[in-house]
């Protein structure tokens, strides 16, 4: 009997790689924002901090932003790039693999404290999305034409 795994590509593997690497680049960015609580003294449960009573808010503020962001960006991400790998494993996988550097980037951008370093290489990331929206959307033509 053959399983879900079984039906899979065996390039799907690189789709499962980058989801790992990009899961562990977000738990990295998450230490990021408990170092830099402590560091700028934001306790919890502030998610930012007021620039009223912390000279340093904005650099905290950018660096939660860009972990945030990022968070807000991935169950798009993960849906997209897991579906269109179904397809396309090794398209899926590179464009997913360009997406994480482009995130690296957005979030090393944005921890700098200046909001317009986020797109410097950052901006990688949304042509990166948009192309993963495309072959999800060429699955789900492929599912809908194909014979029975």
Known sequence: ???????????????????????????WMAMSVGKARKKYNVPYPAMYAEESENKNAKI????????QNSLEMMPSFFAAMLLSGIHHPLIASSIGS???????????????????????????????????????????????????
């Open 98 to 148: 360009l997406y994480v550097v482009g995130r690296f980037f957005y979030f090393k951008g944005y921890s700098s404290g200046d909001p317009s370093k986020r797109l410097t290489l950052g901006a990688l990331s949304f042509p990166s999305m948009m192309a993963l929206i495309v072959c999800a959307a060429s699955l789900a033509f492929h599912l809908i034409k194909r014979e029975t």
């Open 60 to 67: 905290f503020n950018c660096i939660q932003r860009g972990h």
């Open 1 to 27: 009997m053959a399983t879900i795994v079984d039906l899979l590509p065996k390039e799907y593997g690189y789709v499962v790689a980058v989801f790992v690497v990009y899961s562990i680049m977000n738990f």
